[in-house]
């Protein structure tokens, strides 16, 4: 999570989503970085909401804007197998030892696979019953909101390129992708969601520049 004080601004790190490049690239403009632990370095909107929005409201007298990733939801589980298989080395259980892509999913796609696995859903990191994060970008859009940081933060933004994922075979047969699209509806509505909003993002991003 990184707080930008006088822009009024909170980056809210979806995992596995880009948030370490982004982290790089911005962490000497924040007012505040919390990178470790990992519970502190992706804060979720209820955390947030709980904690950290009402003591910035205290002492600013200001609400702070939410800002975050989301991936396209069978692209972030792909992600989370390779991550999983790379850490998988340091483990000396080996537990995705001989592991496919396809039985992943499917142990994602039970009932209590988000929680059994770690991964949680994106969904629940970005809302909570009918709040959610101020302005949520697509992964895969990551100009908008790149643009939008620097409408924002009145800077030029690069974003490095780190965490490159191995090569593995994250290829799935249509009738377990099918079960797994079932399983994951709730992020795939989101993610849908969003196609609508960026291009009003965008807009206000420019507006931010011109400002």
Known sequence: MLIFWDQRLVFLATPKAGSSAIEMAL????????????????TDITTYRRHFGPWL??????????????????EWLRSWYRFKLRDDLDDPQHAMLGMPFAAFASRYANPDGPRRLGIGTQTDFLTNGDDRVDRIFRYEDIDSFVEFLEGRLDCAIELPRINVPPSVDVHLDPEVEEMLRKAMA????????????????????RAGRLA
Do not use: I
């Not at 403009?29 to 992706?42: D, I, M, N, Y």
């Not at 409201?57 to 069978?74: D, I, K, N, W």
């Open 27 to 42: 962490e000497s403009l924040a007012s505040v970085s919390l990178q470790r632990p990992a519970e502190a370095k992706h």
């Open 57 to 74: 409201q205290a002492r600013t007298g200001e609400s702070f804007t939410t800002v975050a990733l989301m991936r396209e939801p069978v």
């Open 186 to 205: 709730r992020d795939l509505k989101l993610y849908d969601s969003l196609a609508a909003a960026n291009p009003f993002q965008a807009l206000a991003a």
